[in-house]
Nanobody, 128 residues
Framework: QVQLVESGGGLVQAGDSLRLSCRAS??????????MGWFRQAPGKEREFVAT?????????YANSVKGRFFISRDNNAKNTVFLQMNSLKPEDTAVYYCAANSAGYSASDDDQRYEYWGQGTQVTVSS
């Protein structure tokens, strides 16, 4: 079993930055086996893809809406942590942000159905 715990959300103003973290743990988890992704869900909307990174960090993908503003990275040492640096935040970025793990570690998929494990989410609110 894999556990994912997000942190770093909060209330900020438009134009500010936030960095989300997701710490992975579990007997079966190995950073070198899992691709990691960030998704978000705004009130009344479907969950949507934000960013993903493969096991090595060599492949990343972003939603068009965040490209150039958000950056995903990972620390594969004992910390087993993935980060989402969010810059130039906009009110439309307001959502619950979820971290997810995909055992097809070589991939960088934007399909949430490919992710087996999910965190509880962290709220990001951007005021105008």
């Amino acid at each position: 079993q894999v556990q994912l715990v997000e942190s770093g959300g909060g209330l900020v103003q438009a134009g500010d930055s936030l960095r989300l973290s997701c710490r992975a743990s579990g007997r079966t988890f190995s950073s070198y086996s899992y691709a990691m992704g960030w998704f978000r869900q705004a009130p009344g909307k479907e969950r949507e893809f934000v960013a993903t990174i493969n096991w090595s960090g060599g492949i990343t993908r972003y939603a068009n809406s965040v490209k150039g503003r958000f950056f995903i990275s990972r620390d594969n040492n004992a910390k087993n942590t993935v980060f989402l640096q969010m810059n130039s935040l906009k009110p439309e970025d307001t959502a619950v942000y979820y971290c997810a793990a995909n055992s097809a570690g070589y991939s960088a998929s934007d399909d949430d159905q490919r992710y087996e494990y999910w965190g509880q989410g962290t709220q990001v609110t951007v005021s105008s």
